[in-house]
């Protein structure tokens, strides 16, 4: 199972830790993931809101680094795999706009590429049991919260699972020994990139997401998408200074908490990195 | 040599704004067999009739072309025109130059040429018509009506009361359909098993009507006049007659958890059951799937308590064949659900409302067994999670209907008006309680209907919200529904005790079954087609069939009873004689030539050929032959483009009158249309030489 | 209405103003009106009303209204075309911040191939200029090795560039109907 593999730019930066885990949790799956050379920032979301042809137009070049490795393109950010997934699907089903697109970008695009979320990889390509017989240390009844975020399900088109009530993280941790809750804001919005200019509704939905995992008793969150975790993580002190709550549940990827469950150490999947600590919880229950 | 007479119609100004007719009366006099050939402003008013009769009688006429409006106007008036006249109807047609020319075209030369042309193909092809006599059917003077909700029983006791005989077929074990679960009926607040039953009982009773209950139509044979029903009836494994329906059987039976399809899931049932109190027949069934006997082989508690002996597990599936002459089609609707795998899978459900997964969302037919004395909670609103009061309701609308991207584009019509009233229902019953209703708009157009909404909203104090739902989910105890309101602009968060959706009104799931053994068709989402939407909305295209309520379309109680009544009265019609005429513009196999291949009987979409044998007298087979029923035949031609050795051919319509037609269009050197002119003297024809 | 077609063939003919993507929208108590008021005020030619709102500068683009629209209308794509229209038309944009940081964004990317995240956090802050803001998450962040200290560049950054100078002249034609964008389809 070879893929090219798009890191996209938080990934070597504020998410380092998401990138590291998921080397890790893939070598030790047998996932080959050959980072493409070159490449270059998808631009997330301030790209389209300034001009959507332009995202198309980035995307186009992005699928086309993937040439020489594989047509299947492996993407851990949420962000990231919007983008070019949606380009993708569009172009291979509207040939107006496959053409735009590709005179914008002075690229071709290659109708066999295939955008796939590291969850998908997964969950499709190795298969839950393939999963669960490289797990030596089950996340024995280690309550967690799944958190998908908006872009890895929204629009309808791009998703690879239900798209209203999607449950191919659970099954993925929970193939791993975790119980995941049923939570109310499982895929509700954290805000994303507004974190930096509208700091105030970051912290007010951030507040009301953490607030429904701990009515639903998790213990932790799981997050797939690098914005997510970093306003999940990394607000949690603003929303104690600002809105007087405190939550003190970390969030982590699930790459993290699958790459422990395959024997990785805590120092391998950086679990340090996260701002409210798992390593505790993670100590007690025997996954440290 | 051929008489036939020309009349060009001005129609008002409808055709002469664009046709010369005067012109084309002229050119048509030229062509050979025409001895007349005159114009009018009005050819289907009385003096236009008048000229064409005296024509007739004037030149002995032996064929008529009247050169107007389309055939489906008014081919019948002039056709009883020329009838008077005595000339054979068959013998006359009509050239469209009004839909197919002057309507279509700007006046100019070329439009009058064509029509020209379009006169001369009809001559040519009347040149060749044959003096028809319409077909003589028999017709059988009983009615089959399927289904036995509202619509079904009022059908079958209009035609009952007509007079004629009635085979009621239902698939459950008692009529009444969904009205029979409902609590009150809009706008009167009606006890709806009051208003219903003492009707369930006249079609139970009534000496002119067959009931067959927990039963369904197997095939449906023959044509208008003339069909054979074969009627399913599922074994009850009860014998009705010796049934006193006590009950006791239900009292004993140990199989209690099934959900009650009449409760919609709200109450189980027993596995012998009576569907509801006021059922008819008031006789219990077993749902064998669900019967310990039937699934295990023990237990029998039912046989045991009996005490008219009435059990009869060796019951089986009985086959009956009725002979009817018109058919009634009232098979009902169902609701749509927000359910991910619901009865209609071509339709996406709502994963947004948790695909309808909480208990305490529920539907309007759920709400009503609710609000329903013989209901699970004894007519208390209770919501279905703890069996608590609910202080806070919300109503959603459009549930599916209206909704592009779901599938539905409909609106489903009634959910207006029983949205209002379950807020009335509600607020009845818990006083201090408050509904809420989420809607796009108020769909409530009959008579005392849009009063009716205002008082849910001036005295019953329901809160109307002018916007969609985007989302519900489950905090704790309450279940919170994310809206909005449109008309303040503002996003509205309500913390609801149970949620109830206005879903989408459907046709029954998997109707298409039944109506394809019928032979009639349907739409996108399986209504059935009525004959014409605005002026036959009571009678399918296929002649005999008609149609009643939801089965047709979305609509309420008022309607569906007059739509019966209107269904009905199109069944005594077709009783009223006891011969029926059918056009005879219908298939003949020249049994000379006939090589039996079979292709014309595979292919006839109506089944109306079927294989002969000729016989000597002495019995021996000489050969087989297709043999067209003129009685069924509609004269589509799909056969006679078929047959491999051209030996079908339609009375009215043969082979020889279209190459007719063809040739004499060719003859003319073909185009309308700017082209190069020909050579002065070559292919000059009648019209030319008229311009 | 006719120039969002022309520019991403969304066809807001076809919104019947049912608040849905009200309903849904994270950002709304922030918003001066939800989605719903800015497609009617599109419908309407409102232009004034229109460019004065800040709703399309909340927008957070979580395509949750896209989703669940019942006329499968893409209003996060309208979002992002009502801000490239206001920018194209000079208008002044409601809220500062967020424009800012879009520039700022976008600017790193171009100049590196790739996002520096603490050279565009430290010239968010210069020019939206709120100097403080989130100044103590910077260091945590720097302490816990989150940030690359030199920007990482890509050697497709030309090809980037070039890409977004063609996006440029591309919306100018855009808005005149004069590219294939506006082809009546939904526009997902």
């Known amino acids: 199972m070879k893929y090219a593999y798009y890191p996209g730019c938080s990934l070597k930066g504020t998410a380092i830790d ?92 290659n109708p066999e590429v295939r955008t796939r979320h590291f969850l998908e990889i997964l969950d499709q390509d190795l298969g839950l049991k393939a999963l669960q017989e490289k797990v030596v240390k089950p996340l024995s009844e280690l309550r967690v919260a799944c958190y998908y975020g908006c872009l890895l399900s929204r629009p309808p088109e791009i998703a690879f699972d239900d798209p209203e009530q999607p449950t191919i993280m659970e099954r993925i ?111 007690e229950k025997n996954l440290l | 040599m051929s008489k036939i007479g020309v009349f060009v119609c001005h129609c008002g100004e409808n055709i002469s704004r664009t046709v010369d007719c005067a012109r084309v009366a002229k050119a048509s006099g030229q062509i050979r067999g025409v001895v007349v050939a005159k114009d009018y402003k009005y050819m289907c008013s009385d003096p236009g009739q008048a000229l064409i009769k005296k024509a007739i009688e004037e030149h002995k006429l032996d064929g008529v072309v009247v050169s107007a409006c389309s055939p489906h106007m008014h081919e019948k008036t002039f056709r009883k025109a020329v009838t008077e006249a005595g000339l054979n109807q068959f013998l006359c047609e009509m050239a469209n130059i009004r839909e197919h020319c002057s309507w279509v075209h700007e006046k100019e030369e070329v439009t009058t040429r064509k029509a020209i042309e379009l006169v001369r193909l009809m001559v040519e092809k009347v040149k060749r018509n044959m003096a028809l006599e319409p077909i003589r059917v028999n017709v059988t003077k009983r009615a089959l009506v399927i289904g036995g909700g509202v619509a079904g029983i009022q059908a079958a006791l209009d035609i009952a009361q007509g007079g004629h005989e009635v085979i009621l077929v239902e698939k459950d074990p008692s009529v009444g359909g969904h009205i029979a679960q409902l609590s009150e009926t809009f706008p009167t607040l009606d006890c709806s098993q009051c208003i219903l039953t003492p009707k369930m009982v006249d079609v139970g009773s009534h000496p002119n009507i067959k009931l067959y209950t927990y039963s369904e139509v197997e095939k449906i044979e023959g044509f208008v006049g003339n069909f054979k029903a074969t009627i399913r009836k599922k074994a009850r494994s009860v014998d009705i007659d010796k049934c006193t329906g006590c009950g006791e059987c239900q009292l004993k039976c140990p199989s209690k958890k099934i959900p009650s399809e009449f409760d919609r899931g709200l109450k189980n049932r027993t596995a012998i059951y009576i569907p509801f109190p006021q059922a008819v027949p008031a006789r219990p069934v077993i749902d064998r799937e669900h019967c310990i006997y039937f699934k295990k082989g023990k237990c029998k508690a039912c046989q045991k308590v009996c005490p008219a002996d009435a059990v009869d597990f060796e019951q089986t599936d009985e086959y009956v064949e009725e002979e009817v002459g018109g058919i009634v089609v009232a098979t009902g609707f169902d609701l749509y659900t927000a359910d991910k795998q619901g009865p209609y899978p071509d339709y996406a459900g709502y994963g947004e409302y948790g695909y309808g997964e909480d208990p305490d969302v529920i539907d309007g037919l759920q709400f009503e067994r609710l609000a329903s004395a013989s209901g699970p909670t004894g007519g208390a609103i209770l919501r279905p999670s703890d069996g608590k009061e609910p202080q806070s309701v919300v109503f959603i609308k459009c549930v599916g209907s209206r909704h592009p991207s779901k599938g539905i584009e409909f609106c489903s019509k009634i959910c207006c008006m029983y949205t209002a009233k379950h807020t009335m229902l509600y607020k009845h019953k ?23 909404v205002r008082r849910a909203i001036e005295e019953d104090g329901a809160v109307y919200l002018r916007g969609r739902v985007s989302r519900i989910y489950r905090s704790g105890d309450k279940l919170i529904v994310k809206g ?53 909305p009571v009678e399918c295209a296929t002649a005999g069939i008609f149609l009643a309520g939801a089965c047709q379309g979305p609509k309420d109680i008022p309607e569906a009873v007059a739509q019966a009544s209107g269904a009905a009265s199109k069944a005594l019609i077709l009783f009223s004689r006891d011969e029926m005429l059918r056009e005879p513009v219908v298939a003949k196999v020249n049994e000379n030539t006939c090589i039996a291949c079979w292709y014309c009987v595979e292919i006839c979409p109506f089944k109306a050929i079927s294989k002969k044998e000729i016989r000597d007298r002495k019995g021996n087979l000489i050969k087989r032959v297709a043999e067209v029923n003129p009685s069924v035949c509609t004269g589509c031609g799909t056969c006679a483009a078929t047959c491999f050795s051209n030996s079908i ?25 700017p082209e190069p002119e020909p050579e002065k003297g070559e292919g000059e024809s009648p019209d030319e030489q008229a311009a | 209405m006719q120039e969002v077609k022309a520019r991403c063939g969304v066809d807001l003919a076809r919104c019947y103003q049912c608040g849905e993507c009200t309903a849904g ?98 010239f968010y802050n210069l020019k939206s200029g709120n100097l403080l803001h989130d100044v103590i998450l910077g260091p945590k962040m720097l302490v816990k090795g989150k940030l690359p200290l030199l920007p990482h560049t890509s050697k497709n950054r030309e090809k980037l560039r070039e890409i977004f100078r063609k996006a440029e002249e591309h919306e100018k034609k855009a808005g005149e109907g004069e590219t294939d964008s506006g082809h009546g389809e939904s526009g997902h």
Not at chain 1, 42 to 52: E, F, L, M, V, Y
Not at chain 1, 247 to 266: K, S
Not at chain 2, 430 to 452: C, L, N
Request: overall charge negative; aromatic content about 6%.
């Open chain 1, 18 to 109: 998401f990138h590291t885990s998921a080397l890790v949790l893939a070598e030790r799956l047998g996932i080959e993931l050959k980072e493409m050379e070159d490449w270059v920032c998808c631009g997330a979301s301030p790209i389209h809101q300034r001009n959507p042809i332009l995202a198309s137009g980035v995307a186009n070049l992005l699928l086309s680094l993937s040439e020489g490795i594989s047509p299947q393109i492996a993407v851990l950010c949420a962000a990231c795999y919007h983008n070019m997934k949606k380009a993708e699907v569009e172009m291979r089903e509207d040939g107006k706009k496959r053409n735009e697109v590709e005179e914008l970008s002075g690229i071709r695009f």
């Open chain 2, 649 to 673: 051919d339609l009375e009215g319509f043969t082979d020889e009158q279209i190459y007719s037609e063809i040739n004499s269009l060719m003859a003319v050197g073909q185009d309308l249309f």
């Open chain 2, 484 to 536: 909005a309101d449109t008309l303040s602009g503002a996003a509205v968060e309500i913390e609801a005790d149970m949620v109830v959706l206005a879903t989408a009104m459907m046709p029954q799931p998997g109707i298409e079954g039944l109506f394809q053994k019928l032979g009639i068709s349907y739409d996108q989402y399986k209504f059935a087609n009525e004959a014409h939407p605005k002026l036959r």
């Open chain 2, 430 to 452: 818990v006083h201090d309680g408050t509904a809420y209703v989420f809607y796009m708009d108020i769909r409530s157009p009959g008579k005392s209907y849009d009063e009716f």
């Open chain 1, 173 to 283: 941790l929970e193939a791993a020994g975790a119980e995941t809750v049923p939570w109310s804001h499982r895929m509700e919005c954290c805000g994303a990139s507004h974190a930096v200019p509208v700091t105030d509704a970051v912290l007010r939905l951030v507040n009301d997401i953490l607030a429904s995992a701990r009515e639903a008793g998790a213990e932790i969150v799981a997050c797939a998408c690098p914005l997510c975790q970093a306003n999940l993580d990394m607000r949690q002190d603003g929303i104690l200074a600002k809105l007087g709550v405190e939550h003190n549940i970390p969030a982590v990827y699930f790459t993290q908490l699958l790459g422990l469950a395959c024997g990785a150490t805590g120092k391998d999947v950086m679990i340090k990195k996260g701002f409210v600590s798992a390593v505790s919880l993670l100590r």
């Open chain 3, 25 to 122: 929208c994270p950002m709304t108590p922030e918003m001066d009106a939800g989605p719903t008021k800015t497609l009617r005020l599109i419908q309407l030619g409102m232009e004034e009303a229109l460019f004065s709102l800040n709703t399309p500068w909340l927008c957070a683009s979580c395509e949750t209204c896209t989703a669940r629209c019942p006329n499968d209308i893409d209003i996060a794509l309208v979002m992002d075309v009502v801000r490239q229209m206001a920018r194209l038309k000079g208008k002044k944009i409601p809220i500062r911040e967020t424009r800012v940081f879009q520039d700022v964004f976008l600017k790193s990317v171009e100049n590196n191939g790739r996002l520096y995240e603490p050279g565009m956090i430290a």
